[in-house]
C-alpha cells in the first residue's frame, strides 16, 4: 500500500488512521519515497502550540526547484510543465515543457543573482497571469530568495504596504496587464506605491502590453534583454528544511495584513501529496485551476504541487467572461482539461447566463471537479455537478486557508462519497475538532461549533512576518494549545464536514478573504466621514457583499449622498483594491457600542441581512437607542 496515492475508501480510512497514530512514520515515509534531499532529516517533526513553535524535516536540506523541475527532466523534460492561454482566445496557447522551463528558471535565478538577490532577500512580485510569474516565483525558490507575491489587482497603496512589510529589495513587474477587453496599467501603479518604499533598489519589468511607460533612471530595468544574456544553467540554493520558501497576505482583524510565512519542506511535502490526492491527478492529465497564482490557491496548486508530481498545469491569463461567457469551457474543450477547480462565485455568475454556452462545448475530458474559497451553496453545486461534470465528475469541495498552506478537508474523488455542500473528510494528517464557544471540545457526531486543528501538519503556516507575537494571538490563544481556523463548522451524523462560514471579522466576498478593518480605515479617510462599520450580506453571486455603515461629520450638509457613495467607493477602491467596494452605504447618526467601546458587529449584521427579529440583548449596549434609528435608516436599502 503506498500512503502516497489512496485509490479506494477502505484505503483512506487505513492512511488516515495511520496519519493520526504514527504521523512521523506516516510524513516520513511519503517524504522518503516521493522527492529528493541534498540532506535527510535528523527529526521528522518538533512542535510545541504554546509558543508556537512547528518545526517539519528538521536538520534536512533541499531545495524545492530541484523537486519540481530538475528531477522530471530525464522522465518528462518534453512533457508540458505550465500550459498558458492568453487573454486572447486567438493568441496561440504556449507550452512550456520541463526542459523550457529548466532554463527559463534558471535564466531569470542568475538575473536576479546578477540584480544582487541573495538568499533570504525578499522579493515583491507583482506580475498579471503570465509565466513570467510563475518563473519568477521558482527562480526566487532556486537561489532561496522569499518571494512575496502580491496579486496584480491590489491597489497602489496596498502594494507599498505589503512591500514595506516584508522589506522586499526588488519588485517584479510588468508594463501592464490585460483583462478581458481591458488593460491595466500596472508599471504606473507600481511608481506610485514606490513613491512610499525606501527598501526597494530595482524593479524589473517584463513587457506584455507593449505600453508606454517610463522607467526611472538606476532603479527600472526591462526584463528581456537581461535574460536574453543570462545563462540556462545553474545550480540551486541549498535549503534548509525550516527556510521561508515565501510569505503571502492575507487579510486580519486590524488594517495591517498578515504575511503568512510558510517554510520550504512541509510545503513541499504537503502539497504535493494533497494535489495527487485531492485530482486524482495520472501521468497524461491536463490539470486547470482558474484561481489567479497572487492567492495561495495559486501558490499551491497552480504551481508547487503540480509541477512537484510532473504535472500539465494550466495557467489562464484572463477572465470567464471574455470574450464571452463561454471562455472557461471553450477553454476546457481546447486543452482537453480532465481536472477543473475553480471557485463557487466563478460558478454561480456562470450559472445565471444559463446552459447554452455551455453545451456549445465538448467537455467529456473532465474527470473532477473542484470548488474552493468559500462554502458552495446546494443550487451551485447541482448546477455544476448537472452541467460541468454531466454527473460523472465528483465534485471536490475543497476547504483550506492561507495559513494553511493546502488543502485540509477534502472529497477524495473516486474515494469519498460526495454530499452537497459538505467538505467532507479531513486529509491525512490532519486532525480537526469542533469547539463551543467555552472552549469545550465537541465529541461525537451532529455537533456544530468552531473548527480547530488539534495536531501540527507540514504545511502550516509558521509564523506571520516580523510579527510571531500576533500569529500567537490570531490562531493559538481563543484555545488552548490548538490553532483556531476562524470558522464555524458542523459534523453531521456520519462524521463528514460542513464549512459554515466565518465567525469572526474576515467577510468572505467572491472567495476573497477581506477583512473588515482595512476597509472601515480605507472609509474613514474619506474627509466627511467620521467612522464606520463593515459588515456582510447574502449576495446571489458574490456568496457575500459588502454593507458600511457610515457616520458622517455632518450629516446636516446638503451634500449629495449618492455622489458621497461613489466617493467612498473610490477611497475604498485606492486603498484596499476595487474588489472591497461597499454594495450598500447607510448614512446613520451612531453605531451600536459595547461599553468597552467595541462597535457590536452582530447587530449591524443581522440588520444587513434583513432580519430584525431577534436582535438579542441590546441592553448591554453603550447606546442601546441607535439600533431602531438604524433599522428605520435600512428599510431605503432594501
Ligand atoms: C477562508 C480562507 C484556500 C483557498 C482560498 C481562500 C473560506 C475556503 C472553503 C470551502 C467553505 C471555505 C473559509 C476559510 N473557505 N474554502 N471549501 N468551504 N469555506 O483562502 O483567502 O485564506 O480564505 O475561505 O472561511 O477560512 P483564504
Known amino acids: 500500500m503506498s500512503n502516497y496515492h489512496i485509490k479506494h475508501l477502505e484505503e483512506y480510512f487505513q492512511v488516515y488512521r495511520k496519519s493520526v497514530r504514527e504521523p512521523e512514520n506516516f510524513w516520513e515515509e511519503i517524504a522518503e519515497e516521493h522527492f529528493i534531499w541534498r540532506k535527510k532529516w535528523d527529526k521528522v517533526l518538533s512542535w510545541d502550540f504554546t509558543k508556537p513553535e512547528v518545526k517539519w524535516f528538521e536538520g534536512a536540506q533541499l531545495n524545492i526547484t530541484e523537486n519540481c523541475i530538475d528531477r522530471h527532466l530525464a522522465t518528462r523534460g518534453d512533457k508540458t510543465a505550465i500550459l498558458f492561454e492568453p487573454n486572447n482566445p486567438d493568441e496561440p496557447a504556449e507550452h512550456i515543457t520541463y526542459k523550457q522551463l529548466y532554463e527559463r528558471v534558471n535564466k531569470f535565478a542568475n538575473v536576479l543573482k546578477a540584480q544582487g538577490i541573495k538568499k533570504g532577500d525578499r ?3 507583482y506580475v498579471p497571469m503570465i509565466p513570467e510569474l510563475a518563473v519568477s516565483m521558482l527562480a526566487c525558490a532556486r537561489i532561496g530568495a522569499i518571494h512575496s507575491v502580491v496579486f496584480a489587482g491590489f491597489s497602489a497603496k496596498a502594494l507599498s504596504t505589503r512591500i514595506n512589510d516584508a522589506e522586499c529589495k526588488m519588485v517584479i513587474t510588468s508594463d501592464g496587464s490585460y483583462r478581458g477587453a481591458k488593460t491595466i496599467d500596472l508599471k504606473g501603479i507600481v511608481d506610485d506605491a514606490l513613491e512610499n518604499c525606501s527598501c526597494v533598489e530595482t524593479v524589473l519589468v517584463a513587457k506584455r502590453i507593449n505600453s508606454d511607460i517610463t522607467m526611472k533612471e538606476g532603479r527600472d530595468k526591462w526584463l528581456q534583454p537581461l535574460l536574453d544574456k543570462a545563462s540556462p544553467k545553474g545550480k540551486a540554493e541549498v535549503m534548509n528544511a525550516e527556510d521561508p520558501l515565501f510569505i503571502l497576505y492575507t487579510s486580519g482583524s486590524t488594517g495591517m495584513p498578515k504575511g503568512m510565512v510558510h517554510t520550504t519542506a512541509g510545503y513541499m511535502v504537503y502539497t504535493a501529496f494533497s494535489f495527487k490526492n485531492a485530482f486524482q491527478y495520472r501521468e497524461k492529465d491536463v490539470y486547470w485551476c482558474t484561481a489567479d497564482i497572487g492567492w495561495i490557491t495559486g501558490h499551491s496548486y497552480i504551481v508547487y504541487g503540480p509541477l512537484a508530481n510532473g504535472a500539465t498545469t494550466v495557467m489562464f491569463e484572463g477572465v470567464p467572461s471574455y470574450p464571452d461567457f463561454g471562455r472557461f469551457w471553450q477553454i476546457v474543450e481546447k486543452h482537453k482539461v480532465n481536472q477543473f477547480y475553480t471557485a463557487p462565485t466563478a460558478i454561480r455568475a456562470l450559472a445565471k447566463q444559463g446552459v447554452e454556452l455551455v453545451e456549445k462545448h465538448d467537455l467529456s475530458s473532465l474527470k473532477v471537479l473542484g470548488s474552493v474559497g468559500e462554502p458552495i451553496n446546494e443550487e451551485a453545486w447541482h448546477w455544476y455537478n448537472d452541467n460541468i461534470g454531466k454527473r460523472n465528475a465528483p465534485i471536490i469541495d475543497s476547504w483550506w486557508q492561507t495559513e494553511t498552506g493546502g488543502i485540509m478537508i477534502s472529497p477524495i474523488p473516486y474515494v469519498t462519497p460526495t454530499k452537497p455542500t459538505y467538505a467532507t473528510l479531513p486529509f491525512p494528517g490532519i486532525q480537526p475538532c469542533l469547539r463551543d464557544e467555552e472552549g469545550k471540545e465537541l465529541k461525537g457526531n451532529q455537533v456544530s461549533g468552531r473548527l480547530c486543528i488539534k495536531f501540527p501538519w507540514p504545511s502550516m503556516a509558521r509564523t506571520i512576518w516580523g510579527n510571531h507575537q500576533r500569529y500567537k494571538e490570531t490562531y493559538f490563544s481563543a484555545f488552548d494549545e490548538m490553532y483556531f481556523t476562524g ?152
Do not use: W
Not at 533 to 547: C, E, Q, T
Open 123 to 125: 522579493v515583491c512580485i
Open 487 to 638: 470558522d464555524g463548522a458542523l459534523r453531521d451524523e456520519v462524521g463528514y464536514y460542513r464549512i459554515t462560514g466565518r465567525v469572526d471579522d474576515v467577510i468572505i466576498v467572491s472567495g476573497h478573504n477581506l477583512g473588515t478593518a482595512p476597509i472601515e480605515d480605507a472609509v474613514n479617510e474619506h474627509p466627511a466621514v467620521v467612522e464606520s462599520a463593515i459588515v456582510g450580506f447574502p449576495h446571489d453571486v458574490k456568496g457575500n457583499a459588502l454593507y458600511g455603515y457610515v457616520i458622517l461629520k455632518d450629516t446636516g450638509e446638503s451634500r449629495n449622498h449618492d455622489n458621497l457613495r461613489k466617493e467612498i467607493n473610490q477611497v475604498i477602491t485606492e486603498h484596499v483594491g476595487p474588489i472591497a467596494k461597499l454594495d450598500k452605504i447607510q448614512f446613520t447618526e451612531g453605531l451600536p457600542k459595547t461599553r468597552s467601546g467595541k462597535i457590536m458587529r452582530r447587530i449591524l449584521r443581522k440588520i444587513a441581512h434583513n432580519d430584525t427579529s431577534n436582535l438579542g440583548d441590546t441592553s448591554t449596549l453603550l447606546n442601546p437607542e441607535v439600533v431602531e434609528s438604524i433599522i428605520e435608516g435600512a428599510k431605503d436599502y432594501k
